[in-house]
């Protein structure tokens, strides 16, 4: 066996004790006889695993009781349309478009109410984070969207906006337990887990609770009333079971490595050796402006298309794969998610310098 460093944006990387714990009990998960997918998500077994892992992501993110926590399914896509049509009780809502996701979710929200853009960095192909301390925020907006962590793009809100009063909603997908936040200031925090926690199918929304609408609109389906799911502590119907097994795991191993303020140091670390040599490189330039710059999601380009697709290739060939940029970008792209390891990175630095001075 060996274990390449996967550079994917999602499906990413996971903990590899994750994955050997897994294997471990795949057969037999806790004397139970059978593996996690094959038993009820009724039984107490599976029950253990559903309350454990709430409990392990609110010890993680220091969630306040007047949040609910719910494991959804549909991918982070499903909730661009769950938010409008649960959240859009005056039927306004104020989008800043950051990105592809963001643009997203602007465009869904459209088909339930007014949508309004009130900030893009589109002009600028998406390459920094407009300035948010003053947007003209609706009188009788609902919420104020944002994508915190551009995945595509690579950039970040390093300061959340001012939503004048607003409920904040914010899309971390690939930003999610990659450092502390302070859920307070949210109405709604959600993410797929696929890119920073766990496997796809899982979509994780942290929901102020007074948020969450009683009654909504007679046609929009059970399925897709947040009351549904957070009423049933996510057990309305059949749960995404096994997905939710590897959430707790990962939740797990973040508590053991010492919780979110640890990861974001290591993160730190991480990021930095990349960018720094980004900043010293002749060959290879970053794509973001610097003070948006993600911790996640980190592209460049040579800026000559032939000699990134040999990169990419020649890189894969070295065990460093899943380099090439988002299809609508180009270049390259490397995430260095939580369970990406610091020798990764250095692997992949010093790849890069050679590289570089084999064709200067
Ligand atoms: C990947 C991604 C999505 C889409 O996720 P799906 O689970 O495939 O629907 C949405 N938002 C962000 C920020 C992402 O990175």
């Not at 980004?278 to 999601?297: A, C, E, H, I, P």
């Amino acid at each position: 066996m060996s274990r390449v460093y996967n550079f994917s944006a999602g499906p990413a990387v996971l903990p590899e004790e994750v994955l050997r714990e897994a294997a471990e009990e795949m057969l037999d998960y806790k004397g139970t006889g059978m593996s996690v997918m094959e038993m009820s998500h009724r039984s107490k077994a599976f029950e253990d695993i559903i309350t454990a892992a709430e409990q392990d992501l609110r010890d993680l993110l220091n969630i306040p009781e007047n949040y609910k926590v719910m494991f959804l399914q549909g991918g982070a896509s499903m909730q661009f349309a769950m938010l409008p049509m649960n959240l859009m009780k005056n039927g306004v809502a104020d989008y800043i478009v950051t990105g592809q996701w963001a643009k997203k979710a602007y465009s869904e929200a459209q088909k339930y109410g007014k949508a309004n853009k009130i900030a893009s960095s589109e002009d600028q192909t998406f390459s920094y984070i407009p300035d948010c301390s003053d947007l003209p925020v609706s009188e009788d907006a609902d919420y104020v969207y944002i994508c915190e962590n551009n995945t595509i793009y690579g950039t970040k809100f390093k300061t959340l906006p001012n939503t004048k009063g607003k409920p904040l909603v914010a899309d971390v997908s690939s930003c999610f337990l990659s450092e502390p936040m302070d859920v307070e200031k949210y109405g709604v925090i959600y993410g797929g887990v696929q890119k920073n926690i766990g496997p796809a199918g899982v979509v994780i929304v942290i929901m102020r609770e007074d948020l969450i609408p009683d009654s909504v609109d007679a046609k929009v389906p059970t399925m897709l009333q947040y009351k549904t799911h957070a009423d049933a502590k996510s057990l309305y119907n059949t749960p995404p079971a096994y997905g939710i097994y590897i959430c707790g795991k990962v939740f797990q191993w973040l508590k053991n490595m010492g919780g979110l303020s640890v990861m974001k140091q290591r993160n730190e670390e991480k990021a930095a050796l990349l960018y720094d040599f980004l900043d010293s490189s002749q060959l290879f330039q970053g794509t973001v402006v610097k003070k948006d710059r993600s911790l996640m999601n980190v592209p460049f380009v040579t800026g000559d298309a032939d000699l990134d697709a040999k990169f990419v290739k020649e890189a894969a060939a070295a065990g460093l794969v899943n380099l090439k940029g988002h299809r609508t970008v180009g270049g390259m792209r490397a995430s260095i998610y939580n369970a990406m390891p610091i020798e990764g990175v250095k692997k992949l630095v010093e790849f890069m310098k050679t590289f570089e001075a084999e064709n200067a």
